[in-house]
Nanobody, 115 residues
Framework: QVQLVESGGGLVQPGGSLRLSCTAS????????MAWYRQPPGKQREFVAQ???????NYAGAVEGRFTISRDVTKATMYLQMDLLAPEDTAVYYC?????????WGRGTLVTVSS
């Protein structure tokens, strides 16, 4: 079993930056890919970014060039550096991890981009 805890959300102004963290605990050694998803108000959850077990990264078109995903295996922590934030980025951001047969989710952290 894997437990995921997100942190770093908050209120930022348009054009600002924020860094989210996701710390995994439990059976962390079998985790393959990790990813960030988000759910804007009134919308469905959507993919944001992923980092694979080999270190490769993938981004949704809406965030590519502005967001950077990274992973520190020694700390069992994944990060999402968000720059040039816009109101459209307002959402609850969720951490996701898988170990081939199971997917795990954190409870989410709220990011609000507003002036």
């Amino acid at each position: 079993q894997v437990q995921l805890v997100e942190s770093g959300g908050g209120l930022v102004q348009p054009g600002g930056s924020l860094r989210l963290s996701c710390t995994a605990s439990g059976s962390v050694f079998n985790i393959n890919a990790m990813a960030w998803y988000r759910q804007p108000p009134g919308k469905q959850r959507e993919f944001v970014a992923q980092v694979t077990s080999t270190g490769s990264t993938n981004y949704a078109g809406a965030v590519e060039g502005r967001f950077t995903i990274s992973r520190d295996v020694t700390k069992a922590t994944m990060y999402l550096q968000m720059d040039l934030l816009a109101p459209e980025d307002t959402a609850v951001y969720y951490c996701n991890a898988d170990n081939t047969y199971q997917n795990f989710w954190g409870r989410g952290t709220l990011v609000t981009v507003s002036s």
